[in-house]
């Protein structure tokens, strides 16, 4: 496996840019851009692995590995505390824990932002 394995590379297409946009959350900033998804995907490995050699070549220490992580399905949001009242209130309303009420509203703005796929 190589280095550059260990890190989430993801290919979008952005509407705002009218191209595909690469990018690697956690090891580098900024991204590639291009016409062609495969050859954005290319240029993004190719960026990968130099910020890896960048690292190394400054004797900083990798970032954490973002691919294959495993995830717990639970993590804590600060929401404030009107907030906090007003999501309380909703979920009373409609019979619901908060947990279950603030993770069908999540799951429902996925789907609204065409990201449950």
Request: net charge negative; charged share 30%.
């Amino acid at each position: 496996m190589k280095k550059s394995d260990r890190y989430l590379k993801i290919v979008e297409w952005s509407e705002e840019d009218h191209c595909y946009i690469g990018t690697c959350p956690g090891l580098m900033l900024g991204g590639v851009h291009g016409d062609d998804e495969a050859e954005v995907y290319r240029e993004l490995c190719q960026a990968v692995a130099e910020w890896i050699e960048i690292y190394e070549q400054n004797g900083e220490a990798l970032p954490d590995a973002t691919a294959g992580k495993d995830y717990s399905g639970k993590f804590v949001l600060r929401v404030g505390k009107n907030l906090h009242k007003e999501l309380t209130i909703g979920a009373l309303r409609h019979g619901k824990s908060l947990n279950a009420h603030c993770l069908h509203l999540l799951k429902e703005a996925q789907v609204r932002c065409g990201k449950n796929k």
